[in-house]
């Protein structure tokens, strides 16, 4: 990333998840598409961005129990009607991959932080369309950035275009690349695919 200009959008994702990205316990979101976008499949607008946390429909019960409680840690930083929001944390995507069959999904269990259930229910909503899993470096910001909240951010949706000049913090990789690369050779293992796909 040294050197790059930082894309101004965001991946909205449930502000647990951004939390395990940022704490190392995963580097993998599996998306199909907000509901606004109902008429499309999910597809990768930037191979950079921001990772936008999502508060209001994190549900408990889809979360493996160690993941529970920080859930509840994250609703510490959300109210209704809040005029900003906080990022702390900065995504580049190195994988891009479909997954079609319950059979390759049931391979990525113990790779994420969501019960069985979770990734099914993912993987059956808009049937035809493919599940993206999406394998990303993560970077944290070392001091966070604050974006004036916007009506365009609101809504179930899964990227927004940020509106507003934000400050260019330092920003740390979460894991080292050695870290990075074997979690990602182990995770494209369990599915098979060995080579770099994006």
């Known amino acids: ?12 994702e449930w502000a647990v998840s951004v939390k395990a990205l940022r704490e190392g316990e995963q580097i993998l979101v599996l998306r ?6 109902e008429t499309r499949d999910f597809r990768l607008l930037s191979n950079s961005f921001y990772l936008m946390p999502a508060y209001e429909h994190q549900r408990r019960e889809l979360l493996k129990e160690p993941y529970r409680n920080g859930m509840e840690e994250t609703l510490t930083e959300w109210s209704p009607g809040m005029e900003r929001i906080k990022l702390d944390a900065y995504a580049e995507v190195t994988d891009d991959i479909e ?8 391979k990525l269990r113990d790779c994420h932080i969501w019960t069985d ?10 049937r035809k369309k493919p599940l993206h899993l999406l394998l990303m470096k993560i970077f944290k910001l070392d001091e966070p950035v604050y974006a004036p909240m916007r009506d365009a951010y609101n809504g179930c949706k899964s990227w927004v275009r940020l509106e507003d000049r934000l400050a260019e913090t330092a920003m740390t990789p979460v894991l080292t690349t050695e870290k990075y690369e074997a979690e990602r050779s182990r995770i494209l293992s369990l599915i098979d695919l060995k080579q770099k796909l994006y």
């Open 1 to 12: 990333m040294d050197g790059q200009q930082r894309q101004m959008i965001a991946l909205k």
């Open 32 to 37: 199909k598409g907000g509901i606004v976008e």
């Open 99 to 106: 997954i079609n069959d319950q059979e390759t999904l049931d």
């Open 117 to 126: 259930t979770f990734a099914e229910e993912r993987l059956k909503w808009k």
